[in-house]
């Protein structure tokens, strides 16, 4: 069965909340909607939702919050995302529901609009403070009769802006749970080459993301914050130091460590391995 892409329209009807006024716009204030859906399946969506609430999810774990923090937070989704839920009846928050040609060029800019797992972002009182008031400046001007687009999309991109400042600054008040996230990314790598047998291929980031139950571009973003380096880099550069261990200190054949580090043919690893170093395996084994 093919899974149904919902567009603005369809999805809210089956939100059940205010009707839009067009295909490309929707902002709605869940203090204005009594009827929400509160519970649904995976569906898909072709428009970017932007969100800020309290914590409406059942299963919603409050030690997800930092002591210092108010209990509030957003996320952004992008087109082709799958969304579910099952939440309490909420009394607060916006939607932002927009076009993919109104800001698929913004939103290009900011990884975090494909964070897909609903990492989300967790605000501190000023950053709940300053987002809170711009969701509501655009609802305001979007309840005009004559409402301005221009100026709605310029809400937008400053939410966007101030999301992506948030977000880093995420990643260092929450530094133990992310160290966390990358001490296990490289634990998984060594168990991945630890194996006696030859490994079937180069790990892919998106293993290592399945393995940390993250969306790809969360992840990444994670691990270059803290390392300055992004995980196919990590990835490589553990490949390539494995490579140059077995070369020094084993009697291994190019090809059987070309094998045994997962590359499909010696000549890739030859490729690989004079791209990385400026010589060949051969080369450097014997200097």
Known sequence: MVNKIFNIRE??????????????????????????????NSITIDFYLLAIKPPLEKNFKETQFLEDQPKSFMYVDCPQNNLNWDINAP?????ILVSAKY???L???????????????????????????IYKKTYDEFQKEYYSKDIILSYIALILSYTQVFYDRQFDSRSSICNSVLDNFYENLKQYFSK?????????????TQKANLSPNYFGDLIKHFTGESPIEHIHN???KQAKDKLRNTSLSISEISYSLGFDYPNYFAKFFRKKTGMSPKVFRVM
């Open 11 to 40: 999805f809210a009807a089956y939100l059940n909340v205010t009707k839009p006024k067009n295909d490309n716009l929707l902002i709605v204030n869940y203090e204005n909607e009594d009827n929400i859906r509160l519970q649904s």
């Open 107 to 133: 939103a290009k800019n900011y990884n975090f609009v494909h964070y897909n797992n609903h990492e989300a972002l967790f605000l501190t009182k000023d950053e709940e403070t300053i987002l809170w008031d």
């Open 91 to 95: 009394d607060a928050g916006y939607n």
């Open 103 to 105: 800001i698929n060029r």
């Open 238 to 240: 553990f490949v390539l």
């Open 196 to 208: 006696s047998e030859d490994v079937s291929g180069l790990p892919s980031v998106a293993y290592f």
